[in-house]
């Protein structure tokens, strides 16, 4: 096939395709640019749909210490106010932290608050947080960007939960709680700007897009605005399906899911090309409603520039489309060349199971609702998608594993790693320093040889070593580059003794909630006494070992003779 500029023309017409899942795995195209496919990487198709935010639980928690209650707040009526006008129907609990008060314990009670003076908000964030129900998740106020708080609301926000911060500071003049109003003025995203939820930024309104000039504004506008990165899917419905009224918004929802599944937790703008001539007028509210984006097929180019200019963030082709036919302006910058530089731009091609050549064209017209049923799941979408998300290659819905596991995202297992013994190694390096002179891959087959000798069926084994110095003998590079193959990682601590406590605590908790539901083994490599006079990290061991997880603590001379 001849090359085309993609500034000239873009013209492919293949087959009108439908789906049956229960054949999906037989159906399923290889990456064009890569036939071999990552058996032993992530299953990204392995996972059940979010349920929608409204259905969700809402949990409030509230630092005192850094913001105490307002003199006069009304407090229970404004945070349930607030959540209803946000479409969040509900208030499980309102917990409060810290002693700086201004109210009584009884009007804390009346009010419905559970008031912990003593109690720390990160562990009861984790233990709150169920990786079957994700929640919706409002803090109070705003924790600093660099605090360990605002680490583990980063660590559930990529988990799926829904993260709701009020900043005081955002309000004009003294934040008095006294209406839900004010409240959801000064709600924010963890990242900045209005919150996020199921990629779409509360209060934005489905832009309407007729020419070059609305389309370069809308893109100008993801670029310029604040906090996380924006996606774009490119849906060209003259390749693949028109929508009906009654399919068009659980398909934005099973789109932005799957960019959700990937680790994409920032807004995802929809573009449907061609829908202003192939949808009927009277879709357009669902369109809207769904923030689907109808726009004529013939700025197809003009937003692949745009794109290619601004690099907004990840982008996703629905359907494939060839990379021969596809050559760029500039030297070194064909399809190939693109798609290969780790990092520069994220590009997914989501290729849907083809109809069967012999079908009649009467009968493949019946199928387009099953078409349709293929975009509305989240785990069919990654099944059929290949490319490059955050430097990663994704083929057939697997994702390579090479990247430092550091609880800041779900930590992940090879496939069938389901059966036999799992074992999850934390280790202080101050309580015990590994010896010098070996590489992580040596230390990490001593460790392994350990566990073998006393029988363990090693299915998985991971350790993760906590260290104070960046610039010492397990800093610097091994802090960001994994270039070694086994599954140990370091992990940098700052502040004191209890700082590196506290950031193991939080780990062990996140690790808690993405090893369900294997029964695996917990081993702690550090000094018992300090973690027996430690409450918060003694009484959730105890937690965890009712939790069907093996819990055992360690010194280093058990793995290495002194």
Same mark, same amino acid.
């Given at each position: 096939m001849d090359e085309v500029d993609i500034s000239t023309e873009i013209s492919l017409n293949p087959p009108r395709r439908t789906v049956d899942e229960a054949?999906?795995?037989?159906?399923?195209?290889?990456?064009?640019l890569d036939e071999t496919v990552c058996l032993d990487g992530e299953d990204l198709t392995d996972f059940c749909s979010y349920p929608r935010s409204a259905w969700r639980q809402n949990h409030v928690f509230w630092d005192l210490v850094k913001y105490p209650i307002p003199p006069g707040a009304?407090?229970?009526t404004s945070i349930r106010a607030a959540l209803n006008k946000m479409g969040l129907y509900s208030c499980e609990t309102i917990v409060a932290y810290g002693d700086r008060m201004s109210h009584s314990e009884d009007d804390l009670r009346n009010s419905?608050?559970?008031h912990k003076p003593q109690g720390e908000l990160a562990v009861d964030l984790l233990y709150a947080a169920d990786p079957r129900s994700p929640l919706n998740i409002m803090v109070i106020p705003r924790p600093d960007t660099k605090s360990e708080l605002h680490r583990v609301l980063k660590g559930l926000q990529?988990?799926?939960?829904?993260?709701?911060?009020?900043n005081p500071?955002?309000?004009?003049?003294?934040?008095?709680?006294?209406?839900?109003?004010?409240?959801?003025?000064?709600?924010?995203?963890?990242d900045g700007g209005k919150p996020i939820i199921g990629g779409r930024r509360m209060g934005d309104k489905t832009p309407v897009i007729k020419d070059l000039r609305s389309l370069v504004s809308l893109f100008e506008s993801v670029s310029k605005a604040p906090g996380r990165r924006t996606a774009f899917v490119f849906w060209d419905l003259a390749r693949y399906i028109t929508p009906t009224e009654s399919t068009v918004i659980p398909i934005g929802t099973g789109i932005r899911a799957a960019l959700q599944r990937l680790g994409h937790h920032g807004c995802v703008e929809i573009l449907a090309f061609g829908a202003d001539i192939l949808t009927l007028r009277r879709d357009s509210d669902s369109y809207k409603e769904a923030r689907i984006i109808r726009l004529p097929h013939g700025l197809y180019k003009n937003a692949w520039q745009l794109f290619l200019r601004l690099k907004p963030g990840?982008?996703?082709i629905i359907p494939t489309i060839d990379p021969s036919c596809l050559r760029f302006s500039g030297p070194d910058w064909s399809f190939n060349s693109l798609l290969r530089k780790p990092g520069h731009y994220d590009l997914l091609f989501v290729t849907p199971p083809p109809v069967d050549e012999a079908t009649p064209k009467d009968v493949k017209f019946r199928h387009i609702s099953e078409d349709a049923e293929f975009l509305h799941k989240a785990h069919l979408i990654l099944g059929c998608t290949h490319g490059v998300y955050e430097g990663k290659k994704i083929t057939r819905g697997r994702r390579d594993m090479k990247d430092i596991q550091d609880f800041s995202k779900p930590i992940t297992f090879k496939k069938g790693a389901t059966e036999g013994q799992f074992v999850f190694v934390f280790w202080n390096l +101050? $309580?015990?320093p590994f010896p010098t002179g070996l590489t992580p891959d040596a230390i990490y087959e001593k460790i392994e040889s350990v566990f073998l000798a006393f029988n363990y069926e090693l299915r998985n084994l991971s350790i993760w070593a906590y260290i104070d110095d960046k610039e010492g003998s397990w800093g610097g590079d091994f802090l960001s580059k994994k270039i070694w193959s086994s599954s140990i990682y370091f992990l940098p601590v700052g502040g004191d003794k209890s700082a590196r406590r506290n950031r193991m605590l939080h780990d062990i908790l996140l690790w808690s909630k993405d090893v369900e539901p294997f029964p695996p083994h917990l081993v702690i490599v550090s000094n +018992? $006494?300090?973690?027996?006079?430690d409450k918060k990290f003694s009484s959730t061991l105890e937690l965890l070992s009712h939790m069907n997880i093996n819990v055992i603590i360690e010194t280093g001379s058990s793995f290495f003779e002194v």
């Open positions: 054949d999906i795995s037989n159906k399923i195209s290889l990456n064009p009304k407090l229970e419905s608050i559970l990529s988990r799926h939960h829904n993260i709701l911060i009020v500071k955002a309000h004009d003049g003294p934040f008095l709680f006294d209406s839900g109003e004010s409240i959801v003025e000064c709600t924010e995203d963890l990840p982008l996703m +101050e $309580d015990f +018992e $006494d300090k973690i027996m006079a």
